[in-house]
């Protein structure tokens, strides 16, 4: 007996040394990884409006693209992850109020770290979706940039982000990337403005936002975002008004009603009618991918 409590004891003492050691290496890579720091060679100047009219484009597109969603109603971020194997993270207070980056960054320092993700001293930024905010048109960035030069000061203390074990090792192993820079092309000029009148063009750079969490084929990922597939595939049945309908006023074809809090229609709710006919028009035209059963 004395001899079989001795070896599982070697066992368990063996594992535990195993995870110990796998934390540590974890850590050591995530730690190495995030103490990076990264260039912007990307050459570009802005020419940020101030017009009433260009500041709510810039309302519409933060809210399009669900700014709000991470950093708070106003903007001023909050606390967005606390957990004990996660971490504690806060997110960016956009605004120009104490502790914001609206006060700390010119108009092209704040373009870079949406499009980007680094920071003026180079250290990156952690968490950023970099897969559709590096669509945002130069024109669009400007007006997006004029409505965060509006809103309302917020002054914000909050303390350094810290990251759990989990989500170390998740990023350790590629599981969760949380650094954009490390997936974003810096020499990559930003994309020139992009007419409405050249329809599936216009509705391609629209669907960005879709592909965010529908994925880059539009084939829903039910597994982390419940994200149904988009593709003609799985709505071929429906039409234009059916597509507008579920858009804007969140009801399927069959009279079942979309989550907001899942499908935020109330947002999306916001593009005009030529919008929402370009993306449908574009949706058309990508590749069907079969409907899993």
């Not at 730690?31 to 101030?50: G, I």
């Not at 971490?87 to 914001?100: I, Q």
Request: net charge negative; with cysteine.
């Amino acid at each position: 007996m004395k001899r079989v409590l001795k070896w599982i004891g070697i066992v368990v003492g063996g594992l535990l040394g195993l995870i110990i050691l796998l934390g540590a290496g974890a850590y050591t890579v995530s730690a190495s990884r995030l103490n990076r720091t990264y260039e912007v060679t990307a050459n570009f100047t802005l020419n940020v409006p101030n017009d009433p009219e260009s500041v709510a484009a810039g309302e519409k597109l933060a809210a399009t693209y669900l700014c709000g969603e991470c950093h708070g109603e106003n903007l001023a971020g909050q606390m967005f992850v606390d957990d004990p194997t996660f971490g504690v993270v806060y997110s960016a207070n956009l605004t120009a109020g104490e502790n914001g980056i609206g006060a700390a960054y010119s108009d092209e320092e704040i373009a870079r770290v949406i499009w980007y993700g680094v920071k003026p001293d180079g250290s990156p930024t952690v968490g950023m979706p970099p897969e559709f905010h590096q669509a945002i048109h130069i024109s669009d960035m400007e007006k997006l940039i004029a409505y965060l030069r509006s809103v309302p000061p917020v002054d914000t203390d909050y303390p350094p982000s810290s990251y759990g074990p989990m989500l170390r090792v998740m990023h350790a192993t590629n599981q969760f990337p949380l650094i954009p820079a490390e997936r974003v092309d810096a020499s990559q000029p930003p994309l020139d403005p992009i007419s409405p009148e050249e329809t599936l063009a216009y509705g391609e750079y629209l669907s960005a936002i879709c592909a965010h969490c529908h994925m880059a084929d539009f084939a829903g990922d039910t597994a982390m975002f419940g994200s149904p597939n988009i593709t003609p595939a799985a709505i071929g049945t429906w039409t234009e008004a059916d597509f507008l309908r579920a858009v804007t006023e969140g009801v399927r074809p069959d009279g079942s009603l979309l989550d907001p809090k899942e499908m935020p229609w109330e947002t999306f709710s916001r593009y005009s009618d030529e919008d929402l006919q370009a993306l449908w028009a574009y949706l058309q035209t990508v590749e069907p991918v079969p409907v899993e059963e």
